[in-house]
Structure formats: C-alpha cells, structure tokens
Nanobody, 120 residues
Framework: QVQLVESGGGSVQAGGSLRLSCAASGTYSRINVLGWFRQVEGEEREEVAIIGNRNITRYADFVKGRFTISTNSAKNMVHLQMDDLTSEDSAMYYC??????????????WGQGTQVTVSS
C-alpha cells in the first residue's frame, strides 16, 4: 500500500502561482502512474495531469500551458506547478498513485487532499 502526503496548497490571487507536492511512501513493487485530480464540492472529481512511464505526461485541456507535472527519478514524489491561476482553479487537489504491489496486483491510492483557493 502507498501512503501519500500532499503539501503546497493555499490561497493566492488570480494570476499567481502555487506548487503542490506529494510524497509517496510504503510497501510496493513499483509506481506506474502519478497524477493530480481536483474536486469542487458538489461536483465530480476530475483529472488535472498525470505522469507515467518514461515521464510521458497528459494534461486536461483547461490547464494546458499553465500547469506542469513532474516527478523525481525514484518516482516517489510528484509535483504540480500551477501558474496563471484563475478562480476556476479553486478546488481540493488530490494526489493519486497507481502502483504494483509486491504480490503483483495493481492498485490506486489517494492522498488526503490539499485546498487551493484563488481569489479574483
């Protein structure tokens, strides 16, 4: 099982930047995909950005050109650099990891979330 701890959320004015980080720990064989999702209360959780094997990335259309996802060589950290934030980016941001367990199963684990609030 992978434990995830997010940090870096907070309040910022429109046009500003924030950098989210997520640290993964626990017992697993390999982390396959790391990603960031967000959710506004009352709405469905949506994918923001993911990074997978060979550091191939995928971004939601609404963040392209503004957000950058990155990881380290050990793939136990994932960051989300968020620039040019707007009030529509306000949400709870969650880190998600897809990993292979030591018994060979694939599983998804989620962090507890970090709040991002952008004021206009």
């Amino acid at each position: 099982q992978v434990q995830l701890v997010e940090s870096g959320g907070g309040s910022v004015q429109a046009g500003g930047s924030l950098r989210l980080s997520c640290a993964a720990s626990g017992t697993y064989s390999r982390i396959n995909v790391l990603g960031w999702f967000r959710q506004v209360e009352g709405e469905e959780r949506e994918e923001v950005a993911i990074i997978g094997n060979r550091n191939i990335t995928r971004y939601a259309d609404f963040v392209k050109g503004r957000f950058t996802i990155s990881t380290n060589s050990a793939k136990n950290m994932v960051h989300l650099q968020m620039d040019d934030l707007t009030s529509e980016d306000s949400a709870m941001y969650y880190c998600k990891v897809n990993s292979k367990t030591i018994t060979g199963w694939l599983r998804d684990d989620w962090g507890q979330g970090t709040q991002v609030t952008v004021s206009s």
